[in-house]
Nanobody
Framework: QVQVVESGGGSVQPGGSLTLSCAVS??????MGWFRQAPGKEREGVAC????????IYADSVKGRFTISRDIATETVTLQMNSLKVEDSATYYCAADPWAYGLCKSVSFHYWGQGTQVTVSS
């Protein structure tokens, strides 16, 4: 049974920073992604990193502000979020899949965490 567990999140003022972490159980190397969903909106891919390809994918709205990285030894993925904006407020989900076809889309990922809330407000 694959388990995806997120940590981090919380409340911050605009311009602030937060770090989200995600740990995946199991011995396989997974493609990993961070997604977010705000009330009344569809879930969107924020950033993804792939196990067999060094590339990363970012949503245009977070490029230059967010950084996704992987610690291979611990099989954890971190999302560093800087210069946060009010519109970044959402529930953030970590997802994993053995093979996401190089896509940062929710349909490409089978294993999901419970989500963690990020609120950016003054």
């Amino acid at each position: 049974q694959v388990q995806v567990v997120e940590s981090g999140g919380g409340s911050v003022q605009p311009g602030g920073s937060l770090t989200l972490s995600c740990a995946v159980s199991g011995s396989s190397r997974y493609d990993m992604g961070w997604f977010r969903q705000a009330p009344g909106k569809e879930r969107e891919g924020v950033a993804c990193i792939f196990s067999t390809d060094p590339k990363t994918i970012y949503a245009d709205s977070v490029k230059g502000r967010f950084t996704i990285s992987r610690d291979i030894a611990t099989e954890t993925v971190t999302l560093q979020m800087n210069s946060l904006k009010v519109e970044d407020s959402a529930t953030y989900y970590c997802a994993a899949d053995p093979w996401a076809y190089g896509l940062c889309k929710s349909v490409s990922f089978h294993y999901w965490g419970q989500g963690t809330q990020v609120t950016v407000s003054s």
